[in-house]
């Protein structure tokens, strides 16, 4: 199907919903699982915290602060923490592969064994990126994820429509950079470089916003959403196996590296 149509969008949510059910009714998924969530769990809640700390610390309200201007105060506050929450988890995931890449290693390989045993094994076997390359394309996806970030904050700030724009402009990126993560293990073993990502990214448009879709709820949740970061990881390998790169078309077997 047509990498952009509707019903690649559609394919890829539901592979988000068929990937959790996976991960957790498989007994080595859910061990590699227990693995990433400690990790994943804390710098979640401290990057979050530590963005809506600082937006209501800058937000402050004064005694000179009149209606309008605290309406809006608040309105900016409610908006700005929910652009915070969606980010979080994230921002963390990126700043955890980044550091300790094997983690989310061993969650994509380990579900993609479950699914397609010839593939994992290819998989394990490649050298993929070097680690100076994986931590510089980590880098790169920071830069890029924070700099729209940025923008959804400053969407906020447009009357009346920015409490509604910012958090959309930060759920759709969200989505989309959520999925880019999540498959960072894949392209690390593919030693597919920062470009090649983003070209792939452009390739599957669709189902990879579809895939980051409903995940970006799941794992916004306070305090529960963090419990589901291992799970969406190995559910990134079932998009793999059974969206994007179906066995039978030829995708899987595309040589190794960027070029």
């Given amino acids: 199907m047509p990498q952009g149509s509707?019903?690649?969008?559609?394919?890829?949510?539901?592979?988000?919903?068929?990937?959790?059910?996976?991960?957790?009714?498989?007994?080595?998924?859910?061990?590699?699982?227990?693995?990433l969530?400690?990790?994943?769990?804390?710098?979640?809640?401290?990057?979050g915290a530590l963005m809506i700390t600082a937006l209501w610390y800058f937000t402050g309200v004064t005694a000179e602060s009149g209606a309008w201007a605290l309406a809006g105060l608040w309105i900016l506050r409610i908006a700005g923490s929910l652009v915070a929450l969606l980010a979080a988890p994230l921002l963390a995931l990126i700043v955890v592969n980044a550091l300790f890449p094997f983690l989310g290693e061993r969650a994509f390989i380990g579900a993609v064994r479950a699914l397609d045993p010839a593939r994992a094994d290819a998989l394990a076997?490649?050298?993929?990126?070097?680690?100076?390359?994986g931590i510089w394309a980590s880098i790169r996806r920071l830069l890029h994820f924070l700099g729209l970030t940025i923008l959804a904050f400053g969407l906020t700030l447009i009357p009346v429509l920015g409490a509604v724009l910012g958090p959309l402009f930060q759920l759709w990126s969200t989505s989309r950079a959520l999925t880019w993560e999540l498959?960072?293990?894949?392209?690390?073993?593919?030693?597919?470089?920062?470009?090649?990502?983003?070209?792939?990214?452009?390739?599957?448009?669709?189902?990879?916003?579809?895939?980051?879709?409903?995940?970006?709820?799941?794992?916004?949740?306070?305090?529960?959403g963090a419990l589901f970061f291992g799970l969406a990881q190995a559910a990134a390998a079932l998009l793999v196996v059974e969206v994007?790169?179906?066995?039978?078309?030829?995708?899987?077997?595309?040589?190794?590296?960027?070029?």
């Fill in 244 to 259: 994007l790169e179906p066995a039978g078309e030829g995708s899987n077997n595309m040589p190794l590296g960027s070029g």
């Fill in 183 to 224: 498959l960072d293990p894949y392209f690390d073993k593919r030693a597919l470089d920062y470009p090649g990502q983003r070209r792939y990214l452009a390739e599957h448009g669709a189902a990879i916003a579809g895939f980051g879709l409903p995940l970006t709820f799941v794992l916004g949740l306070p305090l529960i």
């Fill in 6 to 35: 509707p019903r690649s969008l559609v394919a890829g949510t539901s592979a988000a919903f068929r990937g959790l059910r996976f991960a957790l009714a498989h007994p080595e998924v859910r061990r590699i699982y227990r693995q």
């Fill in 37 to 47: 969530l400690v990790v994943l769990f804390f710098a979640s809640l401290a990057l």
């Fill in 125 to 133: 076997a490649a050298e993929g990126m070097s680690v100076g390359a």
